[in-house]
Nanobody, 125 residues
Framework: QVQLVESGGGLVQAGGSLRLSCAASGGLFSRYTMGWFRQAPGKEREFVAA????????YYGDSVKGRFTIARDNAKNTVYLQMNSLKPDDTAVYYCARHRTGWGTMQGEREYDYWGQGTQVTVSS
C-alpha cells in the first residue's frame, strides 16, 4: 500500500519561506512523477508543481512560477516543495500525490492515483 505523508507546513508571514516534504512508502517511488496540489477554503484543488521520476523535468502552476521549486531525493523516497516569497493567497492545505503514468498535462487531479493527507500552510499579511 502506497503511503504519502506531508510535513513542513505552518504559519509564516508574507514574504517568508517554507519547505514542505512528502515522504513516500510502499511503492517504487523512484519510478513515478510526483506532484503537489493545494486547496484553499471554498476553492477547488489547484495544481502547484510536479517533477518527473528522475528530476529532469519540472512543471509549475502559473500562480507559483518563479517562487516555488519542486525537488526530489529518490534515495530518501521524498519530494520537496520549497516555497519562497509567500503571499496570503498561498494559504491552503498542500497535498502531494503520485502521478499514474508520467504522461499527460501533469495538472489534472485525475492523473494522480495516491494522495497524502495534506499539510496546512498559512501565510499572514
Amino acid at each position: 500500500q502506497v503511503q504519502l505523508v506531508e510535513s513542513g507546513g505552518g504559519l509564516v508571514q508574507a514574504g517568508g519561506s517554507l519547505r514542505l516534504s512528502c515522504a513516500a512508502s510502499g511503492g517504487l517511488f523512484s519510478r513515478y512523477t510526483m506532484g503537489w496540489f493545494r486547496q484553499a477554503p471554498g476553492k477547488e484543488r489547484e495544481f502547484v508543481a510536479a517533477i518527473s521520476w528522475d528530476g529532469g523535468s519540472s512543471y509549475y502552476g502559473d500562480s507559483v512560477k518563479g517562487r516555488f521549486t519542486i525537488a526530489r531525493d529518490n534515495a530518501k523516497n521524498t519530494v520537496y516543495l520549497q516555497m519562497n516569497s509567500l503571499k496570503p493567497d498561498d494559504t491552503a492545505v498542500y497535498y502531494c500525490a503520485r502521478h499514474r503514468t508520467g504522461w499527460g498535462t501533469m495538472q489534472g487531479e485525475r492523473e494522480y492515483d495516491y494522495w497524502g493527507q495534506g499539510t496546512q500552510v498559512t501565510v499572514s499579511s
